[in-house]
């Protein structure tokens, strides 16, 4: 049997990626965050879109789940979830958010953090019309974040939203359901090197601007 605790202590990853400094950044966050982002889908990344969700909850006790970027408007970032989960619940308590994306093969991780608040019922019916059939019967027939006796109950669950609007070719938007939006006021650029001598450069709101740094790895 695997000594999990002393697999743990000797792995090492090791990163020899390109450099990246001060020079090397856009002096604005988001346009240098969609630059990475192309990278990681040319790359092919697994779920380049993909990123960690960090809320705390009303008690100060951080919770963090992967969830699905799938937009960017007006320097926002976009993503989309049950209104009465857990995760909207903290986010309407309180709208002081964090996102992590991580993209293994190119060694990097971006870090956002910001704001939060719902987006447009408009922007959110234009999406969920968007989404696959059976993510929009999904999106209806799940109690997200609620406790279930069963797979089966979630199966019962499933068939018997899609029975209700069999032969109904739009599917209307829940109203429990939408998008959230993140106003980011902080960035951090990750580039993994060799030796643990990353590259760490963060942008920090400034007035209208960013102001750019250098950290420490």
Known sequence: ??????????????????????????SNPELQFDF????????????????????????????GRVVLLKGISQNQFVFYTNYDSTKSQEMEAN??????????PLARQIRIEGKVSRVSSETSDDYFQKR??????????????KKVSSREELEKLFLEVE?????????????NWGGFAVTPDYFEFWQGRSNRMHDR?????????????????
């Open 36 to 63: 990475w982002m192309e990278n990681a889908i040319k790359a092919h990344c697994d779920e380049p879109n993909a990123f960690v969700l960090s809320t705390v909850d009303k008690n100060n006790r951080p919770h």
């Open 201 to 217: 450069i963060a942008y920090e709101k400034d007035g209208q601007g960013w102001k750019l740094a250098r950290l420490a790895p």
């Open 95 to 104: 709208d002081r958010v964090s996102l992590t994306f991580f993209w293994l």
């Open 1 to 26: 049997m695997m000594n999990l605790n002393e697999t743990l202590e000797n792995l090492r990853g090791i990163y020899q990626a390109a450099k990246f400094d001060l020079e090397d950044c856009n």
């Open 163 to 175: 029975k209700k609007f069999q032969g109904t070719e739009e599917i209307p938007r829940p109203a």
């Open 132 to 145: 696959p059939r059976g993510s929009q019967l999904g999106a209806i027939a799940s109690p997200q974040s």
